[in-house]
């Protein structure tokens, strides 16, 4: 397909880092525009007349806008050559999709609501109050300026965070287990299901270390080197600008900060 193709994205994790993946593994030359989401250039005039919403990734292929992650992945993947990343039986691919859901509806925003209460909050708390209120009160989608607000003036509550933290025990508690039973998560073969959800748990053996690690959770330790060592993860990771995206070198055995 010639038409151009270019991908606005931050980091390399949930969720820009899920067509970022895809479209490396696909072998897609797409060109990379970085957003940055910590220099609130996703709330931008430049970036809302390309995407109103505010959000990050976007696509624009042959000049047509597209939004959701996990949609674009699996646009990226019926729409390009490439090797497969979706199997072939109705099954598997039925369980290609429940872990997807699975990591972005249930599981995913319980991560990032401990990344961002611990992560994003502190890093930008510190800047001058009343040009945050003011890149606040810019944000498009009322529920994302919910979630700013909350991480910036450490609003999210003892339940909320409990809960979340619940629910990741859970989850790493559910995906160790998958693992046992195969190699990859939703079938026998490297899927749009380890993309997604590596993005998302790459740094589960840093955020919770006491639960996911070689002892307790040798399976999804395995899964994680695994896919760190693909060629397209090195790729994409390079994109990262930040010293977030460098925590992946916990797999190659360094110190690696948590925020
Ligand atoms: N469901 C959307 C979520 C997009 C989203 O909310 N992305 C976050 C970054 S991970 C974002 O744009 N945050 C910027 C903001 O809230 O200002 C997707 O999967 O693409």
């Not at 510190?126 to 810019?138: S, T």
């Not at 997604?196 to 053996?205: G, I, R, T, V, W």
């Not at 070198?249 to 690696?256: L, M």
Request: negative net charge; charged residues 25%; contains cysteine.
């Amino acid at each position: 397909m010639s038409e151009d193709l270019t991908l606005y994205h931050w980091e390399p994790n949930a969720n820009s880092g899920k067509p970022m993946l895809t479209l490396v593994e696909k072998g897609v030359p797409f060109a990379s525009h970085y957003i940055d989401l910590l220099a609130f250039d996703q709330h931008k005039p430049d970036y809302l007349a390309i995407n109103p919403m505010g959000t990050i990734p976007a696509m624009v292929h042959g000049g047509r806008l597209m939004n959701e992650s996990t949609a674009i992945m699996e646009y990226v993947e019926e729409a390009f050559p490439g090797p497969a990343l979706m199997p072939a039986d109705a099954r598997d691919r039925w369980r290609v999709r429940w872990w997807m859901k699975y990591f972005d509806q249930w599981l995913g925003p319980s991560l990032s609501m401990l990344g961002w209460n611990v992560g994003i909050g502190p890093k930008v708390r510190e800047r001058d109050p009343e040009e945050l209120k003011a890149a606040i009160d810019r944000i498009p989608l009322p529920e994302r300026r919910i979630a700013w607000r909350k991480a910036i003036y450490g609003l999210f509550s003892e339940e909320e965070l409990a809960e979340s933290t619940r629910r990741i025990l859970i989850g790493i508690d559910l995906v160790e287990k998958t693992l046992v039973q195969r190699e990859w998560l939703a079938c026998d073969s490297y899927s749009l299901a380890d993309i997604n959800a590596f993005n998302s748990a790459y740094f589960l053996p840093i955020s919770q270390g006491e639960h996911c690690n070689d002892e307790k959770t040798p399976r999804i330790m395995r899964w994680l080197r695994t896919i760190y060592a693909r060629p397209a993860v090195k790729t994409t990771w390079a994109m990262g600008r930040t010293a977030m995206a460098s925590r992946i070198k916990i797999f190659e055995g360094e110190e690696v900060e948590k925020w």
